[in-house]
């Protein structure tokens, strides 16, 4: 028999080596989490250190441009004294014959200063200013002023020479002032020969439209007559589709009148096919009587003599006081550094002004005729009697837009309407025919509620009392044979007969509530169908009442 041995092992060094490493995996933990917190520590300094230099970036920028600014700031005010002083010497002379234009006018309408003292004046303005248009014609008006016709001719050709257009305007608005009538008409005649009908401003316009109310007086040579006429012929011979832009204009003006027919024709919107095209027709029938308003309010206008004298006596002391061309560089400069000082050393928003001033102040250069239509237009900003004066002269094309307008629609107007409700379509010409669409609905719903009826399970309880009878015989037999067998074979039977009870009553009350469905959507259509004839009948009555009239003129 074997001996059995024990072997003895010493795990104690095993055992420290494993508390020694578990001693050193903790240090080297604490260490890790040491230092994740320090990294952390770092992570938190660095942000407050970007934190920092974003705050101080933000304060240098805003002090760079604070400094930026005030050096601007600076500079605008040394550079403002010298452009002042070179705006005073170079054109100080400028200055003062339009401020002594301005009050020679005020002076001789209240007759407060001599003739002599005018006249010293003049004359030395004309001497201190050799180049400057305004000079001349002032030492003009002195001459008038002092009745010596000769100085006065001469002055006259010497600020012709230097700047005809300008010469003339003013000339001619002096000349207004006066009631010299037939010099005014030589000077206005003058001025309108020397515009373009291609490159016509609203200043343009201001004075044509004060001939053409009279603000000039009477024409009685007929000087200025002819000049419109030989306008409007430059513009319509200068592009061959001339007359079909301006009749599309129209149109286009005459389609914002057009009235939302909304809620008006509720029935012929819902159902039926053809409304876009009556909606869009009649909404323009609806429309002619604020176009006509609108036109006629314009063409009839009273015209404010009075305010419109007093708006060209305006425009004479606006080209008066107007800088010269010359100028024009300096002065803009000055304008310049006076916004960079408005907007405190800003010379952005300085800039950005500037060009928004300039852009309000450019006059846009139209043709004529696109001058007169913007008068009509625009809500604001043009006198009641520049309207006037545009629709007299635009009607035509303003009665070719107007017609296009209404026509453009017209043969698109249906004949015939189809009339769509719950899947059924029926056609009416005039809408009498109310009692044979009805039936033709009827018959429709008729045919819609048979099939339907015919797709409820309607051999359900049948087949549920056959089972049960089936079942009952069975389970009959099933009691004598097998009794337990026999029981379950009739509890089933039971179970369909019941149910086939359930299955009759639920189908009855299917029957029944089809019925109803469909009893309620017939009455519906039915008044659907009479109310939307009714308002076919209604749109065809617009129509035909309009179109037996003539159609309305609407700038008459």
């Known amino acids: 028999m074997a001996t059995s041995t024990s072997v003895n092992i010493d795990l104690h060094g095993i055992e420290r080596r494993i508390d020694t490493l578990s001693a050193a995996t903790r240090r080297i933990q604490e260490d890790v989490s040491h230092n994740s917190q320090k990294l952390d520590s770092l992570n938190s300094d660095l942000s407050r250190v970007q934190s920092d230099l974003r705050t101080l970036k933000k304060s240098f920028e805003q002090f760079v441009n604070e400094n930026r600014k005030a050096t601007a700031l600076q500079k605008a005010a040394t550079e403002l004294i010298r452009v002042r002083q070179e705006l005073e010497q170079q054109f100080g002379g400028y200055k003062t014959v339009r401020e002594t234009m301005l009050g020679v006018l005020q002076a001789t309408d209240l007759a407060l200063v001599k003739k002599t003292t005018i006249s010293q004046v003049t004359e030395e303005l004309m001497l201190s200013t050799p180049d400057y248009w305004l000079a001349p014609c002032l030492v003009a008006v002195s001459a008038w002023i002092g009745n010596d016709r000769d100085l006065a001719s001469r002055a006259i050709a010497e600020a012709v020479r230097r700047d005809e257009e300008k010469t003339a305007l003013t000339m001619a608005l002096i000349c207004r002032r006066n009631n010299r009538t037939d010099t005014c008409y030589e000077w206005l005649s003058l001025y309108f020969a020397r515009q373009s009908a291609a490159n016509f401003t609203k200043s343009n316009f201001t004075y044509l439209n004060a001939y053409l109310n009279g603000v000039f007086g009477p024409d009685e040579k007929h000087m200025c007559d002819d000049y419109v006429a030989k306008w409007m012929k430059e513009i319509q011979e200068n592009g061959g589709d001339f007359e079909s832009r301006q009749v599309e204009q129209w149109r286009d003006f005459c389609s914002d009148f057009t009235v939302d027919l909304e809620g008006q024709f509720p029935q012929l919107s819902s159902c039926v096919q053809e409304y876009s095209a009556i909606s869009e027709y009649i909404g323009r029938i609806r429309s002619v009587d604020s176009i006509a308003s609108t036109f006629s309010k314009m063409k009839h206008t009273e015209v404010d003599q009075q305010k419109l004298k007093k708006d060209i006596d305006q425009t004479l002391v606006t080209l008066i006081s107007r800088y010269d061309a010359k100028e024009e560089p300096l002065r803009k400069e000055e304008q310049y550094l006076t916004a960079v000082r408005r907007f405190d ?6 800039k950005a002004y500037i060009l928004e001033s300039e852009r309000r102040q450019t006059e846009e250069t139209i043709d004529l005729i696109g001058q007169m239509t913007n008068v009509i237009v625009q809500k604001e900003g043009s006198r009641p009697s520049e309207k006037k004066t545009a629709v007299s002269f635009l009607s035509s094309y303003i009665r070719g837009g107007f017609e296009r307008y209404i026509t453009e629609k017209k043969e698109s107007f249906p004949q015939t309407v189809t009339l769509e409700i719950d899947g059924w379509k029926g056609a009416s010409r005039d809408g009498t025919d109310g ?11 008729a045919q819609r509620h048979q099939a339907s009826l015919q797709s409820l399970p309607s051999n359900q309880p049948k087949t549920l009392k056959i089972a049960a009878l089936v079942l009952a015989v069975l389970g009959a ?9 026999g029981v ?19 189908m009855a009350e299917s029957t029944l509530q089809m019925s109803a469905e469909y009893s309620t959507k017939l009455a519906e259509g039915q008044q659907r169908i009479d109310a939307a004839l009714s308002e076919w009948e209604r749109a065809r009555r617009v129509v035909q009442e309009f179109e037996r009239e003539q159609l309305r003129d609407v700038v008459a």
């Open 345 to 350: 050393g800003d010379t952005a928003a300085a």
């Open 488 to 506: 379950i074979l009739l509890v089933g039977a039971l179970f369909c007969f019941l149910n086939s009870s359930k299955a009759a009553k639920r």
């Open 435 to 445: 009692p044979a669409l009805k039936a033709d609905f009827q018959r429709y719903m």
């Open 477 to 485: 037999v099933g009691l004598m044979a097998a009794p337990p067998l």
